[in-house]
Every structure is written in C-alpha cells, then in structure tokens.
C-alpha cells in the first residue's frame, strides 16, 4: 500500500473503532501513535544503538536487551507526541476553558436560574407560551454563563419539564423547547466550542466571539418566534396558565423580580463579554473575572458550600482533561495523517470535483451534519474541521465565516438521533411518562430553525461578520 492509502485506512479504521464505543482520546492517540510508528519508522535508527554496542564487544544479554528495546522506541512519533501534548498544554487560548467552565458550574449551583425562571415566567404570562418563552429565555441567559449543554439543558429539565406539564402543556413541546434551549450555549459567546475551533483554526477568539454573538442571537429569536406562533396556532399545545399557577403580581413588583434575579446574571455575563469584546482582557483574563464573579454570586445567594465547590472543581478538571487530551490526541493523528499524505489526498478529490465556493460550503456543512449523528461536537472540532481548513483558500471562503457556520450546524449533532445528547441528558431526569422518541420529536421543527438560521448567514454574510468589521476593522 502506498502512504496515502495507508493515511485512508487510518481514517477509516479510527471511525470503525469509534463506532464500537472505544474512548475518542484514547483511540486518537492509540492510532496517531500506532501508524505514526510505521510512517516515521527508520531501522538504521532503531538499530543504530545495538550496533555500537556489538562493534564495542558488549556481550551482556540484558545490556544487548535493554539497548534492543532503547533501539525499538527510537522513533521520532514518540518525539512527536511528547512535543504535541506541550504544544496544547502551553496554549494560552485553551487556558480560558476551564476557567469559563468552573464559571458555569458555579452559577449552576448558584440557585441564579431557578429564580430567574420563575421571575421571567411570571413576567411573560401575558405572552401566548408564556412558560415555553421563559424556559428558552433563561436557558439562552444560563447558557452563555456556562457554555455548557448537558449543564443547561440537565438544569432546566428540572426546574421547567415538570412546571411545563404541570400547566398542561405538551410534553413533546415541552421537551424539544428545552433540548433546542439548552445548545445555545455552543454558540452563543462565551462558547468553549469557539475556543476549541479557535485554537484548531488559529482564528481570533476575539473576532470569533463578536461574529457569532448576532447569528446566536438571530437563533434564538427564531425559537421564540416558533413557540410564540405555534402556541398562538395550536393553544392545545401550550395553554394560557391559571392564577394559581402564575399569580397576578403587581408591575411594579414584577419588575423588582426582575432586577434581583436578572441583573446579577446579565452583569456578569456583560463584565465577561464585554471586558473580550472591548478589548480590555485577554479571554483568559474575561475568563478569571467570570469564575471570580460567579464565586460572588453564590455567596451573595447563600449558596457557596465547600460541597458544591469541591464539585464545580472536580467537573472542571474533568472536562478540561477530556479537551486537552482529545487536543493532544487530534494533534497527533493529524500530523501522522498529514505526513502521509491523507490531506493531500483529500484536497486533490474536492478540487477534481470543481465545486463553486457556494457548493464547497453546503458540501463541507452537509458532511458535518451528518457527521453529527453518531459524534459529539468536540471530535468533529478537533479531528474534520481541520480537514477542510487548508482548503478554504482555494474557495476564497473566510475562516471566521466558516467557524460561526460551523457553529451553527454542529446545534443540530445535540437534536438529531441516534446520538442527540439534549435528547438523552433530558430522558434521564425527565418524569418516567415522557418518552424519549416524543423529545426526539419535539427537536425536530427547531431543527429547521437552524436550517433557516443558516440560510440566513448565507444569504446575509453581514449577520457574520458585521461586529467584528466594526469593533476590530475588515480584514
């Protein structure tokens, strides 16, 4: 077999073993470190130990074994691998992660949500769904404080599922309101996904965030129009809620409400945000402010215990292991795949095919959705996205335009079967009568809500890259 052939076959094999269930990272690494072996694999190296020891006489069979083996690991994948795991952890992009993380799990403990979605619930119980709107406001708020979907949608899956179906709503309405919800966070700034694809592309975090800050918000919008229309077409599915189930209070009361539940969240999200758009603070920094922020917020809500921050620290490292490895991992199998000749391969069949760049794009987008099926986001990021980076020079497309895009499409992976996480994190809090093809269901028209949400950035690139061409000038 020739080597690019080798590099098909790697890829081939690593999805085959992926669908069986072995760990990404793991197997990232096992394979980049296996075919690495083969492709770096120089015997006048591995030998070149033992025969000075035989030129010099050493007849000592465990001296002859010891340097043998010395000789069997003298391969420079090994070099590679080494290098590559500094290369991540020195990366002060990928520092921002777990301080944003350990942001968001604070808030989540915080009891900020709970009392954020009854103030705004109450607040919008004119609206028709009124709770469908309140439940997607807050998971939208929550969500840019955590970055975090099974955080968010696991979090209101248990304060709104159940008030949702107490107040008679649908259940399959109920469900896909707060699994479409609940993956705003990959997208909407401060998203970890943003700074995972940032630290693969070499994009501007900072001009990232500001490009997909309107596309989150346009999505989000749409949700809302879906639940408002739908509910106004079909009062069945949503009715309007009881005196006893949201009680009449007063504006002024009402607006109270919504000062003391709703500032302290927007506050800090705004500090965060602001301090990255406005140029002040590094993410990092923005980052540090965050975790700082939500630590004060949870003891201002009396509910900083050494329980919960042992907590929020424990999910923190564990993600953030679970990232840096799969960077490692990725790292490596891209290198062994790239010096076999895997992306060139590659490149030369999407240029043989003469696609338009508007061709290329759906292509590229129609692959990573249905990439999204059987893979979580964080694989398609670090191990496909980069396949197609090289090529989007080609096709004169710009990379913060095809991230935000990338962005938007990878909502999908969390909605639609057999993986669609929200799916799965909402069954397993979810009352037993709920069944999960009803949640599968209920994500299906939001699913077309981000079809349309993408048409829209292609039709209308200026939703893009219209903040980051004002705050930071055109590229």
Known sequence: ???????????????????????????????????????????????????????????????????????????????????????????????????????????????????????????????????????????????????????????????????????????????????????????????????????????????????????????????????????????????????????????????????????????????????ILGGLATPSEAASIGALGGLLLAAIYRSLTWERLRESVYLTMRTTAMVCWLFVGSYTFSSVFSYLGGEHIVSEFVQSLDLSPIMFLLLAQLIIFLLGWPLEWSEIIIIFVPIFLPLLPLFGIDPLFFGILVALNLQTSFLTPPMAMSAYYLKGIAPPQVKLTQIFAGCMPFLFMVFIAMLLMYTFPQIVFYLPNELYGAR
């Open 1 to 275: 077999m020739t080597d690019p052939q080798v590099a098909l076959l790697m890829l081939g094999l690593f999805l085959f073993i992926v669908m069986l269930g072995f760990p990404i990272a793991f197997t990232l690494m096992a394979m980049g470190i296996g075919f690495g072996y083969y492709a770096y694999f120089d015997p006048d190296r591995m030998w070149r130990a033992l025969n000075r020891l035989i030129r010099n006489g050493e007849d000592d069979q465990l001296t002859l074994f010891q340097s043998w083996m010395e000789g069997l690991f003298n391969n420079r994948i090994f070099d590679l691998f080494v290098n590559q795991t500094h290369s991540v952890m020195a990366n002060e992009v990928l520092t921002a992660i777990p301080l944003f993380l350990f942001m968001g799990y604070i808030v989540e403990r915080a009891n900020i949500v709970d009392r954020l979605f009854s103030t705004l619930n109450i607040a919008a119980r004119n609206l028709p769904g009124s709770m469908g709107v309140a439940a997607l406001i807050t998971c939208a708020l929550f969500a840019t404080a955590t970055g975090i979907v099974g955080a968010v949608v696991t979090l209101m899956g248990l304060l709104a599922l159940p008030a949702m179906l107490k107040a008679r709503y649908d259940p399959s309405f109920a469900a896909g309101i707060i699994c479409a919800g609940g993956t705003l966070g990959i997208l909407i700034p401060p998203s970890i996904m943003l700074i995972v694809y940032a630290a693969a592309s070499g994009v501007s975090i900072v001009r990232l965030y500001a490009g997909a800050l309107l596309p989150g918000l346009t999505l989000c919008g749409l949700y809302l129009l879906y639940v408002i229309i739908r509910s106004m077409l079909q009062p069945h599915l949503a009715p309007k809620p009881t005196k006893e189930e949201v009680p009449d209070i007063p504006t002024r009361q009402v607006v109270w409400m919504l000062i003391t539940s709703f500032l302290p969240l927007a506050a800090l999200i705004l500090s965060v945000l602001g301090s």
